[in-house]
């Protein structure tokens, strides 16, 4: 039976691709800061660990206790909105450790160990930001485009040891987290820079009100996943959602 480790499980996109997984008779490791917080049901087949992206030391010990790993998705990231210019060096470099700097450092972990058994998917969540540039989202898709640069290298140096490398670009996604988590990272940055508020705010705002059949639900990205993890021939990049598919085709 296949078993797939998937980051940042607590909520969004992550609990719901653990769900999908299991719902298709998969071995599922979750991962996340806080296991505590998690709100997966209980199953045999569900394993749910600590695991902290940017602790050398915490990915070493959630391996350690998930065994072998046949697909790994790289979900955990941290989502922001603001100009550039409200965005510290300290927040922007916050951004890469978590969202380009983690999932490099989970690759490297678990790379060594699929290239000798000759098989493996590696599944990273990237952004549909990357296919059509946006206001306000600067630094939030530069990391996201640099985890998409990486993915599409990094399947061309892993095919010939039998392993797959896959991005999959979700689009906005009202029911995730995205919009409470910028909220609390502006409390304590001190809000949106001022001549951009009003075009901040709005944005955001856009960002709950969306109608569910123009936007990304997490099903929407959990089903691309699966696709990817299964489906050898599925393209390196993989839009998730309308909104996320209108883009790609836009840009081809």
Not at 31 to 51: F, G, I, Q, W, Y
Not at 166 to 191: H, W, Y
Not at 245 to 250: E, K, N, V
């Amino acid at each position: 039976m296949n078993t797939v480790l998937i980051t940042g499980c607590s909520t969004g996109f992550g609990r719901e691709i653990a769900l999908h997984f299991l719902a298709q008779g998969w071995n599922v490791v979750a991962t996340m800061r806080d296991p505590a917080a998690s709100t997966l049901p209980a199953s045999e087949r569900l394993r749910v660990l600590p695991l902290d992206v940017t602790d050398p030391g915490s990915i070493r010990s959630a391996l350690a206790k998930a065994g072998p790993i046949d697909v790994l998705v790289n979900n955990a990231g941290i989502g922001w909105l603001n100009a550039v210019e409200g965005t510290s060096a300290e927040l922007a470099h916050g951004l890469f450790e978590t969202n380009f700097f983690g999932t490099l450092a989970m690759l490297q972990a678990v790379l060594p160990d699929m290239r000798q058994r000759g098989a493996g998917v590696i599944i990273n969540i990237g952004s549909s930001s990357t296919l059509k540039p946006l206001p306000l989202l600067a630094v939030y898709r530069a990391s996201k485009a640099a985890v998409t640069a990486l993915t599409e290298s990094l399947d061309l140096e892993l095919s010939s040891f039998g392993i797959r490398a896959r991005v999959v670009v979700p689009g906005m996604a009202p029911t995730t987290s995205f919009a409470e988590n910028v909220q609390q990272r502006l409390g304590t940055t001190g809000g949106f820079s001022e001549p951009y508020a009003p075009m901040a705010e709005a944005m955001l705002e856009g960002l709950r009100t969306f109608a569910p059949q123009e936007v990304t639900s997490t099903s929407d990205v959990a089903e691309a996943v699966y696709r990817a993890a299964t489906d050898p021939d599925c393209p390196v990049v993989l839009p998730a959602g309308p909104d996320a598919i209108a883009c790609a085709r836009a840009a081809e």
